[in-house]
T-cell receptor, first 116, second 112 residues
Framework: DARVTQTPRHKVTEMGQEVTMRCQPILGHNTVFWYRQTMMQGLELLAY????????DSGMPKDRFSAEMPDATLATLKIQPSEPRDSAVYFC??????????????FGAGTRLSVL | AQSVTQLDSQVPVFEEAPVELRCNYS??????LFWYVQYPNQGLQLLLK??????LVKGINGFEAEFNKSQTSFHLRKPSVHISDTAEYFCAVSRQGGKLIFGQGTELSVKP
């Protein structure tokens, strides 16, 4: 059963600490997306990668957030330093570029981050 | 630029009643349309999609949606809801292989 795996599922940290969230995309998918969900903003795209190269990170605060794909099986989202306003659920999704149904995105279960 | 508007933030309904969750989109180019469901404390699950072809699409759990190009709508319907359908539903658009633009979500609450 192919699925997107995110770790950790929950993270509680103190303001100023570094947070790293990890995502394992579905094998064979070449596109990885990071979304953030908050009550106020809803679901918004932070960044996405295709073939490990960043395509769009315009939704990401550049001063404290960074996203990388060290290899095809791992994507990371880091926040340093973290702030209380970063508290949210962070979702990773993977898919492929191309005609349907390749372009469907599949979501992980999310990382629920609480910054105190 | 693309945008999605879900016209109802909350929809309360009684069990076994029909339901319609409304979604309108705007885009200057052809897009693909999706409905995702999110159960409490879980990730997003694809409910159904319109990619091309027939404008009436059927999804999981008895849901269906109709793509209306002239009205730029993609409303979600179910003829008879169950308690287990209580969840948040998101309408989304994307271009081929690109990012999803989500609506603000509609909270469906099914009461006995």
């Amino acid at each position: 059963d192919a699925r997107v795996t995110q770790t950790p599922r929950h993270k509680v940290t103190e303001m100023g600490q570094e947070v790293t969230m990890r995502c394992q995309p579905i094998l064979g998918h070449n596109t990885v997306f990071w979304y953030r969900q908050t009550m106020m903003q809803g679901l918004e795209l932070l960044a996405y990668f295709r073939n490990r190269a960043p395509l769009d990170d315009s939704g990401m605060p550049k001063d404290r957030f960074s996203a990388e794909m060290p290899d095809a099986t791992l994507a990371t989202l880091k926040i340093q330093p973290s702030e209380p306003r970063d508290s949210a659920v962070y979702f990773c999704a993977s898919g492929s570029r191309g005609p349907p149904p390749k372009n469907i995105q599949y979501f992980g279960a999310g990382t629920r981050l609480s910054v105190l | 630029a693309q945008s999605v508007t879900q016209l109802d933030s909350q929809v309360p309904v009684f069990e076994e009643a029909p339901v319609e969750l409304r979604c309108n989109y705007s885009s200057s180019v052809s897009v693909y349309l999706f409905w995702y469901v999110q159960y409490p404390n879980q990730g997003l699950q694809l409910l159904l999609k319109y990619l091309s072809g027939s404008t009436l699409v059927k999804g999981i759990n008895g849901f269906e949606a109709e793509f209306n190009k002239s009205q730029t709508s993609f409303h979600l319907r179910k003829p008879s809801v169950h308690i287990s359908d209580t969840a948040e539903y998101f309408c989304a658009v994307s271009r081929q292989g690109g990012k999803l633009i989500f609506g603000q979500g509609t909270e469906l609450s099914v009461k006995p």
